[in-house]
């Protein structure tokens, strides 16, 4: 048995909060700069141009990619031979998230549903336990900002829907959804499951690198068709008309119950920051 203070959690996401939020990853950097190449439309490349921009100050000064600085989600893989000592696990946590959203200058956008005051803090993160073999401990931060959040859904659709009625679904949901989510966007799919489970799916498809297909042949056809036929919408960066509306499309699957077929959309924005660290 392992043990580790939760002193070290607080620390490591508390860094993780700000460097998830100054610095781009660099397989979306570099997606991005690649759509540059492809993208068509003038106006398409001059927003291309600006992302790319905005996204080396954001390094350069260690200040914020974007002002919605998101909420924070977290996914933590702990071995099972692990110990916490010290305090508590979840507090810990939270006190990351704190000291990071504070002495990261970072806007804090946590706020009562109903009467909208702000928490102040960025509290409570959204978090996603999960337990693995080993004696490690694996952090990751996803800040996920509100605007391409609001164009996310789930759809129960009927199981005779099958595969194609999901990739119908896919493409139809980032029709809607226009420029709001902040495009080129990355969209992670979750089928199967419960309504609740592929909501996580999608969400944790976002975390994969960009350019790694699904391991599994036909999702990952399904991943390059859904990607062609959204571009070919011709909506472009920004949703002002082009050739790169989605960088990557990404697809999760689990079982499912024999009378549903849970679909879940969960579009990040061109701002796909995410960040992680292994104690």
Known sequence: MREVNVSEVTEAIKKLCMDANYYLP????????EALKKEKSPVGR??????????????EERVAICQDCGLAVIFMEIGQDVKFVGGDLK???????????????????????????????????????????????RIVIAPKGGGSENMSRVMMLKPADGLEGVKDYVVQRCSESGGNPCPPVIVGVGVGGTFERSAFLAKKALLRPLGRPNPDLELAAAEQEMLERINKLGMGPM????????????????????????????INCHAARHKEVTI
């Open 239 to 266: 949703g002002w008309g082009g050739t790169v509306y989605a960088l990557a499309v990404h697809f999760e699957m689990e079982p499912c119950h024999i009378a549903s077929l849970p679909c879940a959309v969960n």
């Open 26 to 33: 660099e397989d979306v950097y570099n997606a991005l700069q």
């Open 91 to 137: 507090e810990a946590i939270f006190e990351g998230v704190r000291q990071g959203y504070k002495e990261g200058y970072l806007r804090k956008s946590t706020c009562h549903p109903f009467t909208r005051a702000n928490v102040g803090d960025n509290t409570p993160p959204v978090i996603h336990y999960d337990i693995v073999p080993g004696d490690k401990v």
């Open 46 to 59: 001059s927003v291309l141009e600006q992302i790319i921009r905005n996204a080396d100050i954001a390094r």
